[in-house]
């Protein structure tokens, strides 16, 4: 049963821009507490942007800050990251994922599902 979808994903030249979006069904379409990550090749997975939408709480790394958006429509289960002024070391496979229905548990580490990615490459 699939859950989370990733697209959006490409090459870009440095400063420019990405949206990428998640279509969530099944259980992680009832999530309320979902985020996005990203691991650099021979790099560990890290948390990017996460975002509690019953209250808009959201969070994001300090590289990204100002940088990347994170959002989510529950209307049609999507989650989004739109990233501006992209570097080259914003290359990555990013993937979207969801966890618990709850603020107090909504971290990086508590997520249940987890999307296949979708490439992220910025290069001149």
């Known amino acids: 049963q699939v859950q989370l979808v990733e697209s959006g994903g490409g090459s870009v030249q440095p400063g420019g821009s990405l949206r990428l979006s998640c279509a969530a069904s099944?259980?992680?379409?009832?999530?309320?507490?979902m985020a996005w990550f990203r691991q650099a090749p021979g790099k560990e997975r890290e948390g990017v942007a996460i975002?509690?939408?019953?209250?808009?709480?959201?969070r994001y790394a300090d590289p990204v800050k100002g940088r990347f958006t994170i959002s989510q429509y529950n209307g049609n289960n999507m989650l989004y990251l739109q990233m501006n002024s992209l570097k080259p070391e914003d290359t990555a496979m990013y993937y979207c994922?969801?966890?618990?229905?709850?603020?107090?548990?909504?971290?990086?580490?508590?997520?249940?599902?987890w999307g296949e990615g979708t490439l992220v490459t910025i290069s001149s």
């Open positions: 994922a969801a966890g618990p229905s709850s603020l107090r548990l909504c971290f990086y580490n508590k997520m249940n599902y």
């Open positions: 099944g259980n992680a379409a009832r999530s309320d507490c």
């Open positions: 975002i509690y939408s019953p209250v808009g709480t959201k």
